[in-house]
């Protein structure tokens, strides 16, 4: 046979988390808020209503692409409570508070996450992979997500350390071309990178993010986090060793 089925092709972060449609989608608004408020001689009220009107279309497209209904209100609810802002405090550039804030809690988020031993990475691959907490049983795992974790934490920081001054100098021009530049692209870098640590920080012969090991060899059954064999939590009834992935199926490294 020739050519290996697209099944067969080893998964990677991005195909687990996605995010270059949402990131994109997150940007349209802003551009749009942007170009309202210069066509219309920098009108608030001009670059509120581009905005919305932008954020509604993105909606409706989404729905119509059938996301799920929640996570795409949720979008739009976010540009809504962003233009309210705006025109409550009478700033443009407080269009771009609602990211700030949003950016300095992910940030938080992020960095307890690795303090407490339950990196957010790993909590997110593990819910997507139906491993529940059973990758926290592998040293080398949690290790690998701490890590990888720590990457994500930047991005947020990095924003951070680009956006708040641009805000506090009321630079409405250059948050837009600031916040389109560290979306996708940040995004981008983040799974990159953060696929890149984490293979790196998983020791040699590790079978790979689907398959958790105990640290006596063991592996962990993905649904329940007990080996998948039911005497001695082995995963063979009888010689307590590891079972191999089905032929055709590489492990997610």
Same mark, same amino acid.
């Given at each position: ?96 508070? $609602?990211?700030?804030?949003?950016? +300095?809690? &992910?940030? %938080? !988020?992020?960095?307890? =996450?690795?303090?407490?031993?339950? @990196?957010? *990475? ?63 692209? $940040?995004?981008?870098?983040?799974? +990159?990178? &953060?696929? %890149? !640590?984490?293979?790196? =920080?998983?020791?040699?012969?590790? @079978?790979? *993010? ?44």
């Amino acid at each position: 046979m020739t050519g290996t089925p697209q099944r067969d092709r080893p998964e990677s972060l991005a195909d687990l988390l996605g995010g270059r449609r949402g990131a994109l989608d997150a940007t349209l608004p802003a551009v749009a808020f942007a170009l309202g408020w210069v066509l219309s001689g920098r009108s608030l009220g001009g670059a509120v209503a581009a905005a919305v009107l932008t954020g509604t279309a993105v909606a409706g497209w989404r729905l119509r692409r059938g996301d799920r209904p929640r996570s795409v209100l949720i979008g739009l609810l976010a540009v809504c409570v962003a233009a309210l802002i705006a025109v409550r405090t009478g700033r443009a550039t407080d269009f771009f508070l $609602v990211q700030l804030l949003s950016n +300095a809690a &992910s940030a %938080l !988020v992020w960095v307890v =996450s690795i303090v407490v031993r339950w @990196p957010l *990475l790993g909590v997110i691959v593990g819910v997507l992979l139906g491993q529940r907490g059973s990758w926290r049983r592998d040293p080398a795992l949690l290790r690998a997500y701490g890590r990888g974790s720590a990457v994500w934490a930047a991005t947020y920081l990095l924003r951070l350390l680009v956006l708040v001054p641009l805000w506090l100098s009321g630079q409405v021009l250059a948050l837009v071309v600031a916040r389109v530049a560290l979306t996708w692209p $940040v995004v981008a870098a983040a799974l +990159a990178v &953060s696929w %890149l !640590v984490i293979r790196r =920080s998983l020791p040699a012969g590790h @079978p790979g *993010l689907r398959h958790p090991v105990t640290p006596d060899g063991t592996g962990l059954d993905a649904d329940d986090g007990r080996g998948s064999a039911a005497s001695g939590g082995h995963s063979t009834a009888s010689g307590g060793h590891r079972e191999r992935p089905p032929r055709g199926e590489r492990p997610l490294r």
